[in-house]
């Protein structure tokens, strides 16, 4: 058996650190210079810098013992739409497109409303955060069939756009199954079994951090 402090150091030492990865990518891109910086990396930016704050805030009451879900339950939906508004920036814009954001949109922010009486104010929003999945894989994969057929000679590993919505692709199709089941883990799993789907979440998110912190990280294109 795994001792708890084992755990417990997994999750503060390695896991919860990476909430910094995106802005100290973004810090570094703007020390060094020479990144890409496309419009839409603004609202991006804001997106990461409210994503952070909400991370704080969150790890803080889970590290004193406060039941944190409530505090999601309203926090999640404005950063899942933030992210959304950042893709449909990052894309060419079209009618169909729009429409298609904007009902993920709709979506999402109906599944975060029913969540509160499906799951309760004070366990995990299972129904917004299994549709953010959905929601996520869709798109990345609407998004990237776009990219791979574009006609233009950049490579498309240099786009900031494509390192988002790999980032996203990546992101709900592996905590689908994790997001549908996190509050029945919360009531059966015994305690010294309960922080291992966590252990394996976490680490989950530390590589779609890393796939995030590579948005800021794409050079310029050099002239020949």
Request: charged share 10%.
């Amino acid at each position: 058996m795994v001792p708890k402090s084992v755990y417990h150091w997994i999750l503060v030492w390695v896991i919860d650190p990476s909430i910094l990865i995106p802005l100290t990518a973004y810090a570094w891109s703007r020390l060094r210079g020479g990144y890409q910086h496309p419009q839409w990396l603004r609202p991006f930016l804001w997106v990461q810098i409210l994503d952070l704050a909400q991370g704080i805030v969150f790890i803080a009451m889970a590290l004193s013992h406060r039941n944190n879900q409530w505090f999601r339950h309203l926090i999640q939906p404005f950063i899942f739409t933030g992210l959304l508004w950042v893709l449909a920036k990052a894309a060419q814009d079209s009618p169909q497109r729009r429409r298609i954001y904007i009902s993920c949109v709709g979506v999402g922010i109906l599944a975060a409303l029913a969540g509160v009486f499906v799951n309760g104010i004070r366990w995990r929003n299972a129904l917004f955060t299994t549709t953010q999945s959905f929601v996520f894989m869709s798109l990345g994969t609407y998004e990237l069939q776009r990219l791979f057929t574009q006609e233009n000679d950049e490579i498309l590993t240099d786009k900031p756009e494509f390192w988002l919505n790999t980032a996203i692709l990546i992101y709900g199709s592996v905590t689908l199954i994790f997001s549908a089941s996190s509050n029945y883990f919360l009531r059966n799993l015994p305690p010294h079994l309960l922080p291992l789907p966590w252990i394996i979440h976490g680490l989950i998110l530390v590589f779609y951090q890393l796939f995030l912190a590579k948005v800021f990280l794409c050079r310029r294109p050099t002239s020949s």
